[in-house]
């Protein structure tokens, strides 16, 4: 695979301390999406990005509910919080991600939080190198959701998922123009701990 170059404003406010490639830092997530429709074949490609995600006992826990269907979105669009909607209401799809509480057994699958969170980010680091990005909400009403998307109650919810192509910031609400720009770390050191000394 060819190396992606680093977006000239990832260049200019994200620095690795160390080497890495440039994918983790070309993710971000923008608000501001294009109106434009995202083909089928790239959605088939970040989720089965995700799909080869690590999980516990390889119980591949996440699951996926995809709207990308105007009654689909408007559907979605009941249960996102207000403030999120300002921006994603543009977004050409939106995916719930959810993950299955327990094993086939009934036993409690243990790392299903840990296993979604891992799919959403191979999903959103496929993303990238399609030349799309995404953008994790967890502000959403989870109950409102349940009920509209008939979930079933060993399903957890962790975020819905904006995906498209990227829009100009000045199309955003005003007061969300001067965050549209990739975010910076805390030094890795403090990142790393022991608790024991
Ligand atoms: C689980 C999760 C929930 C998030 N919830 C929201 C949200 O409700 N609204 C929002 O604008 N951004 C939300 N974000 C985006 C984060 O604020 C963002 O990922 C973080 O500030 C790091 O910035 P970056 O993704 O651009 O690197 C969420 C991200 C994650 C992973």
Redesign the pocket.
Known sequence: MTRLALFPEVAELRHAKHEIESQFLN?????SFQEKPVPETLLHRVLEAARWAPSGNNLQPWRFIVASTPDRLRAFHTFI?P??LT??AKAPVLILVLSKTTTDKGTPARTHAFDA?AA?GYL?LEAVHLGLVS??????DQEAARTTLQIPEDYAM???VALGYRGPADALPPERQAAER??T?RPIEESIVDFSV
Do not use: L, Q
């Not at 993710?27 to 608000?31: D, E, G, Y």
């Not at 953008?135 to 959403?140: E, I, K, L």
């Open positions: 993710r971000w997530s923008p608000r919080n403030s999120n921006w994603c969170g959403w959103a953008h994790a909400m967890g502000g959403f962790h975020a819905v990739p975010s770390r």
